[in-house]
């Protein structure tokens, strides 16, 4: 059975407008200024700023506090959890059902020894595989989960390095199963972190996306809340699209 999710009148003349659309997408990725914006959109200022106020009146967007080191333009972000509706054609619609399959197949032979993690596991990626397959896309919802419980979990380490963190980040990934992970630090403000093993998405089928933005919203939300910066972590590797392991991009923010 064919499922279909159609917008409200309001929300489809909201993002009709290709401007609009654009922004919201930037923003997606992370706050930005009004500058910025209109230099990649290539559009005049005035206009982002006209098409800003309206997403600003449906509390879709927000300003946000400025970076310590430029307080001369405030940035926008979004104030609202976005939820993309997607169509799936019939060959990714088969792939994802055969990996739903395999779920199933995993919750009928638990053994008792393992049966609390593999039961999170399948269940977690059970819900994961059937709101894609219904073309639900949760990305920014479990992005904002994730990143929540990164934060509730800030007890559970210490206060200190980037360096410093990352080593205890590992303990606690390799401790509950989550996986094997292993880091770099590239830059004071860039960091690189590969996951092998993952419990989110080992094993699942090439669907060409990545698949564990939970992971990477309490990675986010954690760093965050332990060395008081702005981080943004984006996933740019996964079995989801054809790779035998997780990498995760780190981005920090003063």
Known sequence: MQT?????????????????????????????????????????????????????????????????????????????????LESTNKRESEIMRMAMEDQFKSLSSLEAAESRVKLFVSLFRTIRISTLIYGVDTDEILHRIGRMVGEALAGNFSRSTVEVLMKELMVFWSKNSLGEMVFKVVKPNLVEILVYECYECAGMPKIGRTLCVFDAGLIEGLISKLLSLNAYVIETECWGNGYQHCKFIITLEA
Not at 28 to 36: D, I, L, W
Not at 40 to 67: D, F, M, N, S, Y
């Open 4 to 84: 279909i999710v159609y917008p409200s009148k309001k929300i489809a003349a909201l993002f009709y407008d290709e401007t609009r659309r654009g922004i919201i997408r930037e923003l997606r990725v992370g706050p930005k200024t009004v500058s910025k914006l209109a230099k990649t959109l290539k559009k005049r200022k005035p206009t982002i700023v006209h098409h800003i106020e309206i997403l600003k009146k449906e509390g879709i967007v927000e300003q946000k506090e400025a970076p310590s080191e430029d307080r001369r333009e405030k940035p926008y972000g979004l104030a609202s959890i976005l939820t993309q």
